[in-house]
């Protein structure tokens, strides 16, 4: 199989990681590719987006849920619970981690335009949704030992944060959610898959 992933999209981070913790690397080869500049890769996924993941019958999988769960199912179902409340939740916390990073792209898509033509509306918008999506994030903390899919897009959106808007933060306010990112962080997929830094 073929990933295409760029090393700084949390969303293709959720896959590396579940790559690391599934122990399956040697199956997965890696192509990283710039998915805004580089229209080739819509030959591998229409939407022209990363993480994408060529199989070995030629075919694709895109968006980064399908992929993971994908590869769940191939490396021993661990991180996507059978349906019940369990994966319920495993499933929220992967919205509401993806949420933050489609809302922090569109606020830095916003910010790249020239000044004349940014709205302050989309990226306050943006702001909302991200402040909201952890102030969520902060009263649901994930419990000690949980860690699905669910917390690996946590991970990964929290991470990016990190990456794109250091001076926001997000810790100051939500103690509780900081305190479990500190200790999660300590995982080796999650050390072995960490962004370049800004
Ligand atoms: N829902 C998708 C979102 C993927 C996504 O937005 N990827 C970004 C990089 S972080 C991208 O490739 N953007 C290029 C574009 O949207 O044209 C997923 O979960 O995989």
Redesign the pocket.
């Known amino acids: 199989m073929r990933l295409f992933y760029?090393l700084?999209?949390?969303?293709?981070r959720?896959v590396r990681l579940l790559v690391q913790e599934l122990g399956m690397a040697d199956r997965i080869s890696g192509v990283t590719v710039d998915?805004?500049n580089d229209e080739s890769l819509r030959a591998i996924n229409p939407?022209?987006?990363?993480?994408a993941l060529e199989l070995d019958d030629g075919s694709t999988l895109?968006?980064?849920?399908l992929?993971c769960e994908y590869l769940d199912a191939l490396g021993g179902s661990r991180f996507f619970p059978a349906p019940g409340p369990a994966r319920w939740t495993a499933l929220r916390r992967q919205v509401l981690g993806?949420g933050i990073?489609?809302a922090a792209?569109r606020r830095r898509l916003e910010l790249s335009r020239p000044e004349a033509q940014r709205s302050n509306a989309v990226i306050a918008r943006q702001i909302l949704a991200v402040n909201s999506a952890l102030d969520a994030a902060e009263a649901d903390v994930p419990e000690e030992g949980s860690f699905t899919i669910g917390e690996v897009s946590l991970v990964c959106a929290l991470a990016y944060l990190d990456l794109r808007f250091a001076k926001d933060e997000w810790r100051e306010k939500r103690p509780r959610l900081a305190a479990w990112y500190r200790a999660v962080c300590a995982r080796p997929a999650i050390l072995a898959t960490a962004p370049p830094s800004a």
């Open positions: 760029s700084t999209s949390p969303f293709a959720k998915p805004w939407l022209c987006q990363v993480p895109f968006d980064s849920p992929i993806d990073c489609d792209i």
